[in-house]
T-cell receptor
Framework: DAGITQSPRHKVTETGTPVTLRCHQT?????MYWYRQDPGHGLRLIHY???????DKGEVSDGYSVSRSKTEDFLLTLESATSSQTSVYFC?????????????FGPGTRLLVL | ELKVEQNPLFLSMQEGKNYTIYCNYS?????LYWYRQDPGKSLESLFV?????AVKQEGRLMASLDTKARLSTLHITAAVHDLSATYFC???????????FGQGTRLTINP
């Protein structure tokens, strides 16, 4: 298994509070991704990173921000959580651009926004 | 805009039978990925299809890619209960590092 951990694994929070999810990898892979998974939608890309301090938006980036100050860590922040952000969040990594090899996924974080 | 559609979304089948999951995508993409997800678990990579006509096989699963038809298939041969899972396909956005996933096909294999 690729060395990817996510924390926390489960979180319950209230509407309007900020939330930060962490993805940590031990593979020294350059590319990191945040997805959310919702029934009927598959996985949708929120943000991704192609290097330290280099990030870009995915298809559902509104309400989310990211930061990557070290190769191994990619943080996802919900600036003011809403109930529509209740979801399962997956981090993924790859050593080459997505076209060249598969992405490896972390265990996921289940987030409930009340 | 690249869209990826899978069908069927739900599939219940008996052990020993054969079936195919279809993955259609809307715009040019020359890379196609298949993943498996067990309930409550993460995604596991099954196949990466890198060119037109690519075919890959692992056990009872075989995946193929037809870039001209914008179609990939995942064929299950002589299904067994252990193959029960949700299967996702994903296509790459040309010139970008982004994957677009299908909705997933929930496969249930009954004894």
């Amino acid at each position: 298994d690729a060395g990817i951990t996510q924390s926390p694994r489960h979180k319950v929070t209230e509407t309007g509070t900020p939330v930060t999810l962490r993805c940590h990898q031990t593979e020294n892979h350059r590319y990191m991704y945040w997805y959310r998974q919702d029934p009927g939608h598959g996985l949708r890309l929120i943000h991704y990173s192609y290097g330290v301090k280099d990030t870009d938006k995915g298809e559902v980036s509104d309400g989310y921000s990211v930061s990557r100050s070290k190769t191994e860590d990619f943080l996802l922040t919900l600036e003011s959580a809403t109930s529509s952000q209740t979801s399962v969040y997956f981090c993924a990594i790859s050593s080459l651009p997505g076209a060249q090899e598969t992405q490896y996924f972390g265990p996921g974080t289940r987030l409930l926004v009340l | 805009e690249l869209k990826v559609e899978q069908n069927p979304l739900f599939l219940s089948m008996q052990e020993g039978k054969n079936y195919t999951i279809y993955c259609n995508y809307s715009t040019t993409s020359d890379r196609l990925y298949w993943y498996r997800q067990d309930p409550g678990k993460s995604l596991e990579s099954l196949f990466v299809l890198l060119s037109n006509g690519a075919v890959k096989q692992e056990g009872r699963l075989m995946a193929s890619l037809d870039t001209k038809a914008r179609l990939s298939t995942l064929h299950i041969t002589a299904a067994v209960h252990d193959l029960s899972a949700t299967y996702f396909c994903a296509a790459i956005i040309q010139g970008a590092q982004k994957l677009v996933f299908g909705q997933g096909t929930r496969l249930t294999i009954n004894p």
